[in-house]
Nanobody
Framework: QVHLVESGGDSVQAGGSLTLSCAPSTSAVSINVMGWYRQAPGKQLELVAKISSAPLTYYAEFAKGRFTISMDNAKNTVYLQMNSLKPEDTAVYRC????????????????WGQGTQVTVFS
């Protein structure tokens, strides 16, 4: 069973920075897309950013100019560098891997991480 292991969540003052990381518990031979989503209390889950194996990136409007997503293909690790954090960025951030295959010739599967808490205080 593959798990996505996230780290980097913390409490930080507004204007500060955090870097989140996410990697599968098992080495993968291919991952199509990895992304970060977030869910604030009382709100729906929303996409923050995602990166494909091309690599191509996509950012939600609120993330443009402040957040940077990157991927270390050798480590199958995706990072989310978050700068100029605001209190409204407070949420549980969850990682998602799309089309993750652990062996050549096997069909890729989507996986979600448990989430890591980011709290931004003013």
């Amino acid at each position: 069973q593959v798990h996505l292991v996230e780290s980097g969540g913390d409490s930080v003052q507004a204007g500060g920075s955090l870097t989140l990381s996410c990697a599968p518990s098992t080495s993968a031979v291919s991952i199509n897309v990895m992304g970060w989503y977030r869910q604030a209390p009382g709100k729906q889950l929303e996409l923050v950013a995602k990166i494909s194996s091309a690599p191509l990136t996509y950012y939600a409007e609120f993330a443009k100019g402040r957040f940077t997503i990157s991927m270390d293909n050798a480590k199958n690790t995706v990072y989310l560098q978050m700068n100029s954090l605001k209190p409204e960025d407070t949420a549980v951030y969850r990682c998602k891997a799309e089309g993750l295959s652990v062996a050549i010739g096997t069909r890729g599967t989507d996986y979600w991480g448990q989430g890591t808490q980011v709290t931004v205080f003013s």
